[in-house]
């Protein structure tokens, strides 16, 4: 019940993230001809996929964790709703990124940005993965495909933001990939045996 | 449990984007009488109604599709991912199309930028339908009524909308339309033998 | 199902709808002292009442509507889909009534849009309740307490507004305060029995 | 049924206004140099978490309080709604508390105003837990932890916060905290014997 009702609230949290992604798309510039101004805003059409495939990957992720975990208790409940703070501001790092690429100023802190929140959801999914595993709540042996990867590449590319913002985006961007397309790799290969 | 986790992400993504189109309806302009703005705003409640309309036909539509499959793995989470991805757009291009149309400028632009999302999410049905299909999904021989009207006509009026704007926003109501009334004719139909 | 998910969808709208009527309180006027700005939106958190409790009122009759309703098929999806269309554009009804009565400008023309939104709703779930009757899909003789007060209440008051906006704006409240009240004082009477 | 329902609006109320507290981080100040605009926004970060742990420990009460009440009828839907109506207004006062810490200006106002939508949610519950108690809904002899508190530190806050906004702010956080730590700590206690 409590786990049901856990899941309904982060759906939700999750669901409404994504979907306020799509303010990150500046109002198109009303200077410039609208097919020109919707062209400029290319780096904000990027940020959004980058975005919303990182929410969706962390939500994928999620639901493949919660349902590993046998029930949930209060600590689990705040752990969890530590990692649902960190996702609700990505919209809000994403537009600050999305500004920063269009106007051409500041790319490396709006990078560094991103990546801050990026390394704080990342910690928060390695808190309940560690309290699960201390407390012995996981029904199975469980680990998630790939895990340390995203807590080893946000932190790295946060660092690497201060000085070159697009080999920082490209781990971002890299990041998300790996884990939707991954998965998909080792489904394929454990269908072909 | 996925496929009804999915279901869940799925309907507050539909939901949240329907609810926020009504941002794309602008301000009423403070330096006209307010019954003349909200009157000089008609476009923005076509465009606001043919959305609408959209979405709900696509979240019915999802709904049958996702009825009929038997269970969920990981590509289908991710191709459903790609789904909400356009979805989540149409409130932006609700919102460009229906400034376009109240200034009088740009309305080519506005209607191509429209078509390319709707266009955009008709190919991401296709992808969950062909996958479906190819994986054997479907637990019954799985067909929407009148599916490749969209696959069709959406990319057609995005191409029509580069010279008369016009005649491919008729084109989009139209889609809606039909995936609203065309259903209904048939339950008639089946009811009245 | 197709009942549980036409539930799920329409909650997830009502909710949103909500929730997002906190953006028709503006941000406070910068140039006054904050007490004072805050005092001076007095209106608005009234209308924020008023509309808060009318979407919620229209929540509680469409959950005592649905289940009493055996069975969704594809047109009551759709008559669904309106009513959720005229619940989503209160936020904006809403927010240009505060502005109005802010403002002190134009609060005619305001409470004829509130007016004609809550009328057109108010339509809807006729729509509804009719359908489902005609179609025998009640699975007991249902009646919405009142139910035709709002039928008869907001378009009187749309024409009402037209020349005292008071008066318009009463009648609203008290029709929210009736749907709200009126099946307390019925349940306190069943109970004493 | 009728609970079930309630419970899946009142998750949608509150994962989106967890959701929407986002906004009330202001765009960065385009004039400064975006990595000091950022700096210059911690306030507005603290506002933030304190805002979304309340909203996190006032769901996660609710679910306990929900979960112990047998049935819900007419008058509890609107005590919830009430309940509901002053959560969603917390995003708006946290905007209105960021914006007056990172200018400078009319804290107390601020923190005043903060302070009466929190003794208004507190009021809310207070009701729900009243009329769940006089009309004999709840199943087992049921209080939440540490209930009594909100009840009067909200209130003391809000008169504190006429004269030093900081020591109520101070509260506020500390409530959240409380909330959130204290069920921790005995759900640990009562482990350990």
Not at 153 to 167: E, K, L, R
Request: charged share 10%.
């Amino acid at each position: 019940m409590t786990k049901a009702r856990a899941e309904a609230f982060s759906d939700g949290v999750f669901a409404v993230a994504a979907t306020l992604l799509v303010f990150s798309i500046p109002t198109p510039d009303p200077k410039l001809h609208l097919g020109s101004a919707l062209l400029a805003e290319l780096p904000s059409y990027a940020t959004y996929v980058i975005s919303f495939v990182t929410i969706l990957v962390i939500w994928v992720n999620h639901h493949a964790t919660i349902d590993a975990i046998r029930t949930f208790d209060r600590s689990l409940l705040f752990l969890n709703g530590l990692l649902l703070m960190t996702v609700a501001v990505i919209p809000f790092t994403t537009s600050v990124l999305a500004r920063a690429l269009q106007s051409g100023n500041d790319q490396e802190a709006a990078a560094v940005a991103y990546g801050v929140t990026a390394t704080a959801m990342s910690l928060a999914f390695t808190f309940i993965n560690t309290y699960a595993k201390v407390r012995r709540l996981f029904t199975t042996p469980f680990s998630l495909v790939g895990f340390s990867l995203g807590q080893l590449s946000y932190p790295v590319a946060t660092v690497i933001a201060h000085f070159n913002y697009q080999v920082a985006l490209a781990i971002y961007a890299a990041t998300a990939a790996f884990y939707a397309v991954f998965p998909l790799v080792r489904e394929a290969q454990l269908r072909r045996r």
